[in-house]
C-alpha cells in the first residue's frame, strides 16, 4: 500500500509539471498571437491602394516603386496572417490532444472509483447531462474533470430515488374504529337494568326480590 501511495505522489508530481508546462506554453503562444494580431491590423492599415496604372503612364519609375512598397506591405501583411494561423491550428491541436489525455485519466479513475461502473456509465450519464442542459460546448472544460461525472452519478441517482418514490402507492388507510357507546338495551336486558336500577335507588326487600326473579 505504501508503495502505491509513494507511485500515485510520484505520478502526480509529474503530471502537476506537465499541467504548468503546459500553462506556460499556451500562455505563451497567446502572447504572440496578440503581437501578431496588432501587426496583422497594423499592417491593413498601412496597405492602402495598389497604385493606379495612370502612373506607368505618367512617370514609369515612380510607378514601380510605388508598386514594389506595396508588394512589400502586402506582403507583410500575408506574412503575419499565416503567423496567425500556424499558432491558431497549434493551439488548437495542443489543447485537442490535452483534452483527449484528460478525459482518458479521467475515465480511467472513474473505473476505479465509481461505484457500479460499467460501460454504458458514461454514455448514461452523458445523456443525463444532456437532459439537464449540460453539454460539451456549454460546459467546456468541465466533461474532463473527474469531479464533473461523480457530481452528475450523484445526481442522476437522487433523482433515480425520488423517481422510485413517486411511483410507489400509498397503502389503504385501515379504518378509524370508533370508540362504542353506550348501546341502550332492548328487551329482557331492558327490564333487568330497569330492576337493578330500582334496587339501587331503594336497596329493600321486595326490590331485590324482584330483580332476583
Given at each position: ?23 506556460e ?7 504572440q ?14 496597405l ?19 508598386k514594389?512598397q506595396?508588394?512589400a506591405r ?13 499558432l ?13 489525455q484528460?478525459?482518458?485519466?479521467t ?24 437532459k ?24 442522476k ?24 357507546g353506550v348501546?341502550?338495551?332492548t328487551?329482557?336486558?331492558?327490564e ?13 326487600v ?7 326473579r
Amino acid at each position: 500500500t505504501m508503495a502505491v501511495a509513494e507511485e500515485r505522489k510520484a505520478v502526480e508530481a509529474i503530471r502537476s509539471q506537465a499541467d504548468e508546462y503546459r500553462r506556460e506554453a499556451e500562455q505563451a503562444r497567446t502572447q504572440q498571437l496578440t503581437h501578431l494580431q496588432a501587426l496583422e491590423q497594423f499592417y491593413e492599415q498601412q496597405l492602402g491602394e495598389p497604385p493606379p496604372l495612370v502612373w506607368a503612364q505618367q512617370d514609369a519609375g515612380f510607378f514601380i516603386a510605388q508598386k514594389e512598397q506595396y508588394e512589400a506591405r502586402k506582403g507583410k501583411l500575408e506574412q503575419a496572417r499565416k503567423a496567425i494561423g500556424y499558432l491558431q491550428e497549434e493551439q488548437a491541436r495542443s489543447r485537442q490532444a490535452w483534452i483527449v489525455q484528460q478525459a482518458n485519466e479521467t475515465e480511467a479513475a472513474l473505473k476505479d472509483t465509481l461505484p457500479g461502473w460499467s460501460e454504458a456509465t458514461l454514455p448514461e450519464l452523458a445523456e443525463y447531462a444532456k437532459k439537464l442542459g449540460l453539454t460539451p460546448q456549454s460546459a467546456e472544460l468541465a466533461f474532463v474533470h473527474k469531479g464533473f461525472w461523480e457530481a452528475l452519478h450523484k445526481a442522476k441517482a437522487y433523482d433515480q430515488i425520488q423517481a422510485d418514490k413517486a411511483k410507489l402507492k400509498p397503502k389503504s388507510e385501515l379504518k378509524k374504529v370508533q370508540k362504542p357507546g353506550v348501546v341502550a338495551p332492548t328487551g329482557k336486558a331492558a327490564e333487568r337494568a330497569k330492576r337493578e336500577a330500582a334496587f339501587n335507588k331503594n336497596p329493600s326487600v321486595d326490590a331485590l326480590a324482584e330483580l332476583l326473579r
